[in-house]
């Protein structure tokens, strides 16, 4: 159960998905300012660049997007782009910004059955990290990329390497292609606490083709 008010510390203790959907419920509202306002948080900015710098396509989906800020990052760039939270809470408040076309509540800790689109791009900021979602949820967001779709997904790096993300990446070898890993700061000059200097590891690769086929 959560205890805290919404905040960094509080998100990254938490330990399952009913305790995510608790926390960001509550954090909806003020998550801009009171995190990444007040954190100087940069990461979804480096996700947009680094998809973008890569080649990436739409129709996009942003996994985990929250509030939106991945999306605002991308929308000047590409359209459309569809997004999925566990959180209705959060989904709302990314609906206001009028950046994307489809929002629905989804987790990514289990298999998506009900979007029925197929996406040329996935991209990720912030939601690969403590007490949120694990590699094992990478295995859920293949079947909604075509072929040859590029995969842009941050990775807090603590959590990449607590959680074993080296070891699936290798595992996902014969659906995957391509894996690039970018090392990023997610906040920038303005941020205060004992999380200022977090690093995430973004990872680019690709969908092989007819790894669906191969995989069945
Ligand atoms: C730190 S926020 C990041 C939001 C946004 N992408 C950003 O960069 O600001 C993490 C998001 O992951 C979502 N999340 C946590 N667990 C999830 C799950 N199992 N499936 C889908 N989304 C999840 C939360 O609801 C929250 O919106």
Same mark, same amino acid.
């Given at each position: 159960?959560?205890?805290?008010?919404?905040?960094?510390?509080?998100?990254?203790?938490?330990?399952?998905?009913?305790?995510?959907? #608790?926390?960001? !419920?509550?954090?909806?509202?003020?998550?801009? =300012?009171?995190?990444?306002?007040?954190?100087?948080? %940069?990461?979804? #900015?480096?996700?947009?660049?680094?998809?973008?710098?890569?080649?990436?396509?739409?129709?996009?989906?942003?996994?985990?997007?929250?509030?939106?800020?991945?999306?605002?990052?991308?929308?000047?760039?590409?359209?459309?782009?569809?997004?999925?939270?566990?959180? =209705?809470?959060?989904?709302?408040?990314?609906?206001? +910004?009028?950046?994307? #076309?489809?929002?629905?509540? !989804?987790? %990514?800790?289990?298999?998506?059955?009900?979007?029925? #689109? &197929?996406?040329?791009?996935?991209?990720?900021?912030?939601?690969?990290?403590? $007490?949120?979602?694990?590699?094992?949820?990478?295995?859920?967001?293949?079947? &909604?990329?075509?072929?040859? !779709?590029?995969?842009?997904?941050?990775?807090?790096?603590?959590?990449?390497?607590?959680?074993?993300?080296?070891? +699936?990446?290798?595992?996902?070898?014969?659906?995957?292609?391509?894996?690039?890993?970018?090392? %990023?700061?997610?906040? $920038?000059?303005?941020?205060?606490?004992?999380?200022?200097?977090?690093? $995430?590891?973004?990872?680019?690769? +690709? +969908?092989?083709?007819?790894?669906? !086929?191969?995989?069945?």
């Amino acid at each position: 159960m959560i205890d805290d008010d919404p905040s960094l510390q509080a998100a990254y203790a938490l330990s399952s998905v009913d305790d995510n959907r #608790r926390l960001y !419920a509550r954090w909806a509202k003020d998550y801009d =300012q009171d995190f990444a306002a007040d954190m100087d948080y %940069v990461l979804p #900015r480096h996700v947009a660049q680094q998809f973008l710098q890569h080649g990436g396509a739409a129709p996009v989906l942003d996994v985990g997007a929250g509030t939106g800020l991945l999306g605002q990052a991308l929308r000047r760039h590409l359209s459309p782009l569809d997004a999925i939270d566990l959180s =209705q809470e959060m989904l709302e408040t990314a609906a206001q +910004k009028n950046v994307y #076309r489809h929002l629905d509540v !989804a987790d %990514v800790t289990k298999p998506i059955t009900h979007l029925g #689109r &197929l996406y040329d791009g996935i991209v990720s900021s912030g939601t690969f990290t403590h $007490g949120h979602v694990g590699p094992d949820a990478i295995d859920n967001l293949l079947p &909604l990329a075509r072929d040859g !779709a590029l995969f842009c997904l941050s990775i807090n790096k603590h959590h990449w390497i607590e959680k074993g993300f080296e070891a +699936k990446f290798q595992d996902l070898d014969d659906k995957i292609e391509g894996l690039t890993l970018v090392e %990023v700061l997610i906040y $920038g000059a303005n941020a205060t606490g004992p999380h200022r200097d977090d690093l $995430g590891v973004i990872a680019l690769f +690709k +969908k092989r083709p007819n790894y669906d !086929a191969a995989a069945e």
